[in-house]
């Protein structure tokens, strides 16, 4: 059983995938995190943005993502382009894992643009992690180097959290860590005796 965790940036997946794994039999999928390794790792990838971004695109054999960031934040072409060159490979890079943690209880799979890639279609269930927006706005600037314009941009580069909510399961508010773990414990225990 695949279950789809998404939320906007600076709402909090983090917190919630680390209440997650706390549990035994489930298996967790970070799509950001295998994504920035197979941008560094993938032949194939990595030719495919030099195409697409030139030479600059990766300083010392790794991927600039500062360099990446300032072109397709500031260009919805660019990167819709970059998702193209990346999200499929993320996509068979998961179903790889899926298949070798099939005998788990479920795979957790977060993916901050679940809804976005369509990758939210071989999902069984979703959750999306909700928080206000100056509360999310706030985390980010906390957290990362950006301004707050940045993170603006991002938020608004990304589906609304209504439209997520809405095509969604469950819904977490992570305001207060107390209750988010307590709605991540009722969660797996319903999804847990479900199957």
């Not at 980010?140 to 950006?146: I, K, S």
């Amino acid at each position: 059983m695949i279950i789809g965790l998404t939320g906007g940036i600076g709402s909090g997946k983090t917190t919630v995938v680390n209440f997650f794994k706390e549990f035994k039999n489930v298996s967790v999928y970070i799509a950001d995190s295998e994504a920035k390794n197979l941008m560094n790792k993938s032949l194939i990838i990595r030719n495919k943005i030099k195409k697409e971004f030139g030479e600059k695109a990766f300083y010392n054999n790794q991927l600039d993502r500062k360099y990446i960031s300032n072109i397709v934040f500031k260009d919805k072409q660019k990167l819709k382009a970059l998702n193209s060159i990346v999200h499929p490979e993320v996509a068979k890079h998961f179903k790889e894992f899926a298949e070798i943690n099939s005998k788990e209880g479920y795979i957790l799979y977060e993916n901050a643009i679940l809804f976005e890639t369509n990758n939210n279609e071989f999902c069984d269930y979703i959750i999306t992690v909700f928080a206000p927006e100056k509360l999310r706005i706030s985390r980010v600037l906390e957290r990362d180097d950006f301004s707050e314009n940045d993170v603006i941009y991002r938020i608004k580069n990304q589906f609304s959290d209504e439209k997520k909510m809405i095509q969604s399961n469950y819904v977490i508010k992570n305001i207060s860590l107390k209750t988010t773990e307590i709605e991540v414990g009722r969660i797996h225990k319903f999804l847990t005796e479900k199957y």
